[in-house]
């Protein structure tokens, strides 16, 4: 299958403070990249839709300005949390969307706000 | 009404054993249905998908669609704990777009 990476793959941020998660597809193009979030037991749960060089469509209840979202290439989406807090703490996955629509998902990124 | 529910567990098998998992789904127009498994702190991959009812086979695992009831299930026969994990059935996102919409999760820890 194809790959997806995700960098970094932890992270730890004070609260109000800015982090970005990249997500490159290394070895498909993505034209869509999907961006989930995942609570402890719980599922994923899709917060946007990423398509190259366009604006990203988000979730009802996902705030657009606190996730910013930028999908510069065909190989590379990133995810930025601004202002993080707390409860913002999560397991953020990202998805690459292959030729065929088969979806690949990266191993995700850990977010710790302290 | 979610749009797809499934079997909290968790789940706890001696190996060897058959495992069922399960999942129901509300709206009878979604056409496939996948099956993802993930491993602590990593993302999922893709097991199986299919497209119609009925049965469809890849080696020990063996997911089965009932559109009828809305109903789909995966199997593992001869369960080993390389597949302890977690299992999310997931459908078509209601409006398209590629998009998937996910199951809680299964966890699953097959015993030595």
């Known amino acids: 299958g194809a790959v997806v990476s995700q960098h970094p793959s932890w992270v730890i941020c004070k609260s109000g403070t800015s982090v970005k998660i990249e997500c490159r597809s290394l070895?498909?193009?993505?034209?869509?990249m999907f961006w989930y979030r995942q609570f402890p037991k719980q599922s994923l749960m899709l917060m946007a839709t990423?398509?190259?060089?366009?604006?990203?469509?988000?979730e009802q209840g996902v705030e657009k300005d606190k996730f910013l979202i930028n999908h510069a290439s065909l190989t590379l989406s990133t995810l930025t949390v601004t202002s993080a807090h707390p409860e913002d703490s999560s397991f953020y996955i990202c998805?690459?969307?292959?030729?065929?629509?088969?979806?690949?998902f990266g191993p995700g990124t850990r977010l710790t706000v302290l | 009404q979610k749009e797809v529910e499934q079997d909290p567990g968790p789940l706890s098998v001696p190996e060897g054993a058959i495992v069922s998992l399960n999942c129901t789904y509300s709206?009878?127009?979604?056409?496939?249905f996948m099956w993802y498994r993930q491993y602590s702190r990593k993302g999922p991959e893709l097991l199986m998908y299919?497209?119609?009812?009925g049965n469809k086979e890849d080696g020990r695992f063996t997911a089965q669609v009932d559109k009828s009831s809305k109903y789909i299930s995966l199997f593992i026969r001869d369960s080993q704990p390389s597949d302890s994990a977690t299992y999310l059935c997931?459908?078509?996102?209601?409006?398209?777009?590629?998009?998937?919409?996910f199951g809680t999760g299964t966890q699953l820890k097959v015993e030595l």
């Open positions: 998805s690459g969307n292959r030729y065929d629509n088969e979806q690949f």
């Open positions: 070895d498909f193009q993505a034209t869509t």
């Open positions: 990423s398509n190259e060089g366009s604006k990203a469509t988000y």
């Open positions: 709206n009878s127009a979604f056409q496939y």
């Open positions: 299919t497209y119609s009812s």
């Open positions: 997931a459908i078509p996102f209601t409006g398209g777009g590629n998009k998937l919409t």
